[in-house]
């Protein structure tokens, strides 16, 4: 029996429905968009609450923190690829037994060997667990924002570099380093935000003050599993390698992970082999054409390795960076035609790469009012800008 064939206008019809992105398939409320994500992205902290704005009607940014800080349905957590993610909690022990877990095993070589480079202790393992004990004695006693942390344990008050006149050598301090381990470990989370929802300032607790009950993680086999049959609902078909690429895994974690699904085999229209969960091997059928404008490091645009059949491969220097980050874009019918800024008094502008047909033009108009409207005047700092939003002409 020949293997069903995927082609590309399929594969965009999926994200418009499976992502929320075509208006009919929008949600209601946050955890349902966080779901159907898999995960967010929450390097930049506005990413969150823009592309919950996206895929979602009558949410608005207080809903947003309602739902990370109040009710706590969704968390954020570093894990694939030393990434800040926000995940729906029942899949952090997923999380945490695998995708974290590969992280924090890194990151314990990388401190240890830093430390022990620096002097600052000979043993770098012993100083990190020492360093860990000592912040979770002090979180113990309540949350607190980094710069507090520093001030009241004295383990997390040092520095690492700046001893030279070179202009990268500058001074790193170690309490980030603690903080990203006992976070990659489950054992610390990042409670309440301590400024404006556009910006990244947590305020640290443990992870039992702030989910109360606490499951263990899951074991490497069953984490990888779980998280790719979440990838494969979202983001399927896909290849082995675009899951490997998103997970930060390697090949045989993937390989494994896909026969524990029981993952369906397709062909897609360049030729290579796909994946599909067995629950999801229907057509999803066409869709009306849709627009809409997505924030930097949007989860839809970071799901796949490879990605020209929604992209033009000509438009990825001028819209990710050198390390593959994607800055904002726009989408018109299931690909990115360019992307959006603000001008000074917050309206959203296009700055399109692709001519489109005035259909396209006035739907993607109309989603840049509808997203100015939901900011409110707010205006967002952007860490990964790209070339195209560095370089947008605005009238």
Same mark, same amino acid.
């Given at each position: 029996m020949s293997r069903r064939r995927v082609s590309?206008?399929? /594969?965009?019809?999926?994200? &418009?429905?499976?992502?929320?992105?075509?208006?009919?398939?929008?949600? #209601?409320?946050?955890?349902s968009v966080v779901r159907s994500m898999t995960a967010l992205h929450a390097t930049e902290a506005a990413t969150v609450h823009l592309a919950v704005a996206a895929r979602s009607e009558g949410v608005s940014p207080e809903d947003v923190d309602r739902e990370l800080y109040d009710i706590r349905s969704v968390v954020k957590q570093l894990a694939m690829r030393?990434?800040?993610?926000?995940?729906?909690?029942?899949?952090?022990?997923?999380?945490?037994?695998? &995708?974290?877990?590969? !992280?924090a095993a890194s990151e314990r070589k990388r401190i240890a060997k830093a430390i022990a480079g620096a002097g600052i202790a000979d043993d770098g393992d012993r100083w990190l667990d020492l360093a860990r004990a000592a912040t979770l004695e002090r979180l113990a006693a309540g949350?607190? @924002? @980094?710069?507090?942390?520093?001030?009241?344990?004295?383990?997390?008050? +040092?520095?690492?570099?700046?001893? $030279?006149?070179?202009?990268?050598?500058?001074?790193? *301090?170690?309490?980030?380093? !603690?903080? $990203?381990?006992?976070?990659?470990?489950?054992?610390?989370? /990042?409670? /309440?935000?301590?400024?404006? =929802?556009?910006?990244?300032?947590?305020? =640290?607790?443990?992870?039992?003050?702030?989910? +109360?009950?606490?499951?263990?993680p899951l074991d490497e086999g069953a984490g990888y599993a779980a998280l790719v049959t979440q990838w494969l609902l979202t983001f399927g078909p896909g290849t082995a390698a675009d899951i490997q690429w998103w997970l930060g895994s390697t090949k045989t974690a993937v $390989?494994?992970?896909?026969? #524990?699904?029981?993952?369906?085999? !397709?062909?897609?229209?360049?030729?290579? @082999?796909?994946?599909?969960?067995?629950?999801?091997? +229907?057509?999803?059928?066409?869709?009306?054409? =849709?627009?809409?404008?997505? *924030? $930097?490091?949007?989860?839809?645009?970071?799901g796949w390795k490879s990605r020209d059949f929604y992209l033009e491969p000509g438009h990825v220097p001028y819209l990710f960076d050198t390390n593959g980050n994607a800055g904002t874009t726009a989408w018109w019918d299931g690909r990115i035609v360019g992307c959006w800024v603000q001008d000074e008094e917050g309206m959203v502008r296009l700055s399109l790469?692709?001519?489109?047909?005035?259909?396209?033009?006035?739907?993607?108009?109309?989603?840049?009012?509808?997203? @100015?409207? =939901?900011?409110?005047?707010t205006v967002i700092g952007h860490i990964y800008a790209s070339r195209q939003m560095k370089h947008a002409k605005l009238p």
């Open positions: 590309d206008a399929e /594969r965009r019809s999926r994200i &418009a429905v499976r992502h929320a992105l075509a208006p009919a398939h929008r949600h #209601d409320d946050v955890a030393r990434t800040l993610f926000v995940f729906p909690r029942d899949l952090l022990p997923a999380a945490w037994g695998s &995708a974290s877990a590969r !992280v949350p607190a @924002t @980094t710069t507090e942390l520093r001030a009241e344990v004295p383990e997390l008050a +040092g520095t690492v570099g700046g001893t $030279t006149d070179k202009p990268y050598d500058r001074p790193v *301090p170690v309490a980030p380093w !603690v903080l $990203t381990h006992l976070g990659l470990e489950g054992k610390v989370m /990042r409670g /309440r935000n301590a400024g404006h =929802w556009r910006l990244n300032k947590p305020t =640290w607790t443990t992870t039992e003050d702030w989910l +109360g009950v606490v499951d263990d $390989t494994r992970a896909l026969g #524990d699904v029981g993952a369906v085999e !397709v062909d897609l229209d360049d030729g290579s @082999t796909g994946w599909l969960h067995p629950s999801d091997v +229907g057509d999803v059928g066409p869709v009306e054409p =849709w627009a809409a404008l997505l *924030p $930097t490091l949007d989860p839809t645009v970071m790469l692709d001519d489109v047909e005035p259909e396209g033009r006035a739907a993607l108009e109309q989603e840049a009012r509808r997203l @100015t409207a =939901w900011l409110e005047g």
